[in-house]
């Protein structure tokens, strides 16, 4: 077990705190994991752990509170590299295999449940929705959570049939023996950060050192670790927990902004999500939100509402609502 260190006051304030794990040195030094949380006013058993996407961190205030409102006490990691846990001089989003995450996501759990939560909902976007169904899968002899929310997961690569079976697999490969190796760093504004932050086309306000505008280059080892992730997720069946699979109902490929970027998923194809997500367990309910963006909680305030319904909904099915 990671050494742990007090909670201290989180950057967002409003009643947020953190607290660090200090990990096991990986193959290039010192790494830290770093579990916020939000407790409910009133004593309830019930919690959420939210594991975020690729070049991202926790900030989605609302959702907190939502599950708060709901009786939950949340919880996110900010896992190692990403965010409040980027130490100086590491590389961004650096992993050579997905399975270094679950020392983090075990850590955040083990304090979870000495905190008193005996029910805990486990949720992942993006590329954290791909981290916590391994997760899940790998421990599915004995399960240390009660159900998975999936937001937008990344189950597969959104480039053409060539670049998924010939030149990924090839850089995964290469991936092998050079994994610092990679791919240079954008020099483009992204046009889907350009839907979301509210100094353009968004209403959200976010640390662009933690969530970039102009993301770093994928580095060898990182691909290399997706696509053995994708790899496990494609032949995956039977996952032995409740799974709530959301996403949205389109997908945006317009290569400059346009207003179609905020009503649709600028970062994943969508039929993707569907195909490989449904067939993760024997009970999973799909979800698709109209107009939904790739982060569906950040859609526009009537699309959220949406989503909010749809966990709501799945939760009192799944008799995980406070009664």
Same mark, same amino acid.
Not at 128 to 150: E, F, S
């Given at each position: ?109 083990? =304090? ?7 029910? =805990? ?62 791919? $240079? ?5 992204? $046009? ?49 927990? $409740? ?15 346009? $207003? ?64």
């Amino acid at each position: 077990m990671a050494r742990a260190q007090y909670y201290q006051p989180d950057v967002l304030g409003n009643g947020f705190e953190q607290h660090t794990f200090v990990m096991p040195d990986d193959y290039h030094g010192r790494v830290v994991s770093t579990l916020v949380r939000k407790m409910a006013p009133d004593t309830v058993h019930s919690a959420v752990l939210y594991v975020h996407g690729y070049n991202d961190y926790f900030f989605q205030e609302d959702m907190a509170n939502r599950f708060i409102d709901w009786g939950y006490n949340f919880y996110a990691i900010d896992l190692r590299k990403y965010g409040r846990s980027l130490l100086p001089g590491q590389r961004e989003y650096e992993v050579r295999d997905m399975s270094e995450y679950y020392a983090d996501i075990d850590s955040a759990l083990s =304090v979870i449940r000495r905190e008193g939560n005996d029910r =805990v909902v486990l949720m992942g976007h993006s590329t954290g929705g791909l981290t916590t169904t391994l997760y899940c899968h790998a421990h599915r002899d004995n399960m240390p959570v009660d159900a998975l929310i999936l937001n937008s997961p990344f189950f597969e690569w959104n480039f053409n049939a060539l670049f998924r079976n010939v030149l990924i697999p090839t850089v995964a490969f290469i991936g092998q023996f050079f994994p610092d190796g990679g791919l $240079p760093d954008a020099t483009k504004f992204s $046009p889907y950060a350009m839907s979301l932050l509210k100094a353009y086309h968004g209403e959200w306000e976010f640390n662009t050192e933690w969530k970039r505008s102009m993301a770093r280059g994928e580095r060898f080892g990182w691909i290399r670790a997706i696509d053995k992730g994708h790899d496990i997720i494609h032949s995956m069946t039977g996952l032995p927990c $409740p799974v709530l699979l959301m996403h949205s109902d389109k997908t945006i490929t317009d290569p400059e902004w346009t $207003p179609d970027y905020q009503r649709g998923d600028a970062v994943l194809n969508v039929e993707h999500i569907a195909r490989y997500g449904t067939k993760i367990g024997d009970d999973v309910t799909e979800v698709t939100i109209v107009d939904g963006l790739h982060d569906l909680i950040l859609s526009r305030p009537d699309v959220r509402e949406q989503a909010y319904r749809a966990i709501y909904d799945w939760l009192s099915t799944q008799q995980l609502l406070k009664q």
